[in-house]
């Protein structure tokens, strides 16, 4: 069965920290993963991606310093550490499943999505 189901949202005041995860079925074992985040009104943009082979990472300019993508390949899940947040980091974040590695991944080539986590970060 295929599963991308993401956990760990929540509301936060700014300046706070939140960890997401990211629960897959085995059949995403030799995927890259990645992390995406939409906030209302605006495309879906590429926030962290996670290579299964070489512990490759990369992270959008605008949460590096910040966040933190890192994967338990052992319990299937990946991970976004989230910190300093701030109100402009508000947005439903999703997780996805690559058959190819990209630094910037675009999100119209993904084909395996999670049903997505809110993050709403106050002021």
């Known amino acids: 069965q295929v599963q991308v189901v993401e956990s760990g949202g929540g509301s936060v005041q700014a300046g706070g920290s939140l960890r997401l995860s990211c629960k897959t079925s085995?059949?995403?074992?030799?995927?890259?993963m990645a992390w995406f985040r939409q906030a209302p009104g605006k495309e879906r943009e590429f926030v962290a991606v996670s290579s299964w082979v070489g512990g490759i990472t990369s992270t959008a300019d605008s949460v590096r310093g910040r966040f933190t993508i890192s994967r338990d390949k052992a319990k299937n899940t990946l991970y976004l550490q989230m910190n300093s947040l701030m109100p402009e980091d508000t947005a439903i974040y999703y997780c996805?499943?690559?058959?190819?590695?990209?630094?910037?991944?675009?999100?119209?080539?993904?084909?395996?999505w999670g049903q997505g986590t809110q993050v709403t970060v106050s002021s």
């Open positions: 085995e059949f995403f074992n030799s995927y890259t």
């Open positions: 996805a499943a690559l058959d190819y590695y990209s630094n910037t991944p675009d999100p119209s080539t993904i084909t395996y």
